[in-house]
């Protein structure tokens, strides 16, 4: 069933532009984005005043992407929470919160957990779900389906980008129907969102370059993955693919962080991941770029077409079509999975099932 490929997770990075395309299609019908399932009037969606994204792991990365597009287009108070942190938190939940659970399994534990407190208190509910019928679901008031298929390999690659997928169209809708967004917005913003699975699949079409320089790093201790705003949510997503398939260190910061302590870790050829997707952010970015280098680090940069200038700087580029910013992160993760995937392999683990992990996390 892996049709041909050596792991599961080569063969659901493969399904990625499928799966985006899966899940954005049908919620796009004459230009406009309608979500079918969505059982919330216009009037329900002016009166959400908080929203809640609760969720463990990759599924939490996602929701920290989603919180910069909801709040950067629909302007709504979006606070991201780890599913097993929230539950034991008493949240203040008060009339006008939409808890939103992102969940592939839609069985995890904590998520559940949350889902329940949630509901227990009488807040709105909405799941972003993979599996069709699983607990969450169920229970949830709502579901947007992400239409991933079946995902084999414990690492999600294909899941985490329809859940991205999920969070753009809610986060569109949700602008428009509150008017923040012109119907002239949200027409480029389709345009850009149709062309992501192509986009997805040029960039997978560059797997041998990208396994040839994970080559290089397989005798790597610890890894540094930085960026801000949404390059700091990728570069979360980044660090863990790698460490958990490859059981090297790896740790995401934000890189205007780095001067509050990481960079005392910053040696001679310490590897550095540095996303640079963000116009707005790029220049400051590309700074602490420049205070790693000048320490010893090695860089390999993931950027948008055309910044040149990050070749002066960084020993490794990788580019990135242009896009909305707002959605860099569908485009720019798909190098950082295939590297993930290649220092694994290269260093002789089963990406598929790394120790200790199981795909689905139904205890606490
Ligand atoms: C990492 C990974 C996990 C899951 C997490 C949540 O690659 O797959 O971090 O994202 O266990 O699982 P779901 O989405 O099933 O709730």
């Known amino acids: 069933e892996k049709e041909g490929y050596p792991h599961f997770m080569l063969k659901e990075m493969n399904e990625e532009p499928k799966a985006v395309s899966d899940t954005l299609s049908p919620r796009i019908k004459d230009g406009k984005i309608v979500i079918d399932e ?3 009037t216009d009037e329900q969606i002016r009166a959400v005043k908080k929203i809640f994204i609760v969720a463990c792991g990759s599924a939490y990365h996602t929701g920290v992407t989603g919180k910069y597009v909801m709040e950067g287009l629909a302007r709504i108070p979006v606070e991201v929470d780890l599913a097993s942190e929230f539950r034991y938190r008493n949240p203040i939940l008060e009339e006008g919160t939409l808890v939103i659970v992102i969940s592939q399994s839609g069985e995890t534990a904590d998520s559940l957990a949350a889902l329940r407190e949630a509901k227990s208190r009488g807040i709105a509910t909405l799941g ?3 599996v069709v019928g699983s607990s969450i679901a169920r229970e949830a008031d709502n579901v947007m389906y992400t239409w991933a298929g079946p995902e084999i390999a414990v690492a999600t690659t294909k899941a985490y980008s329809t859940q991205l997928i999920a969070l753009y169209l809610l986060s569109i809708h949700f602008a428009e129907v509150r008017g923040k967004i012109s119907a002239d917005q949200t ?5 850009d969102l149709k062309q992501l699975p192509e986009q997805i699949s040029m960039l997978l079409s560059h797997q041998t370059s990208i396994q040839k320089f994970a080559n290089r790093y397989l005798a790597a201790e610890h890894v540094f993955f930085i960026g801000r705003g949404i390059d700091y949510a990728i570069s979360l997503e980044g660090s863990l693919k790698l460490k958990e398939i490859s059981y090297i260190h ?8 780095l001067k509050h302590g990481t960079i005392s870790l910053i040696e001679d050829g310490r590897l550095v991941v540095a996303v640079m997707t963000q116009p707005q952010l790029f220049k400051k970015t590309l700074s602490n ?3 790693v280098k000048s320490r010893g680090a090695f860089v390999m940069a993931v950027t948008t077409v055309g910044n040149t200038e ?7 580029v990788i580019y990135i079509p242009e896009t909305n910013p707002y959605f860099a992160n569908s485009l720019a993760i798909i190098p950082l999975q295939l590297f993930g995937y290649y220092v694994s392999i290269g260093r002789g683990l089963d990406p598929d099932k790394p ?3 199981a795909k689905s996390v139904t205890v606490e």
């Open 310 to 316: 990050v070749e002066k700087v960084a020993d490794y």
């Open 355 to 357: 120790r200790n992990l």
């Open 128 to 130: 972003i779900i993979n």
């Open 38 to 40: 969505l059982n919330m």
């Open 250 to 257: 790896s740790e995401a910061y934000a890189a205007g962080e």
């Open 187 to 191: 027409a480029g913003m389709i345009e």
């Open 289 to 291: 770029v420049v205070e």
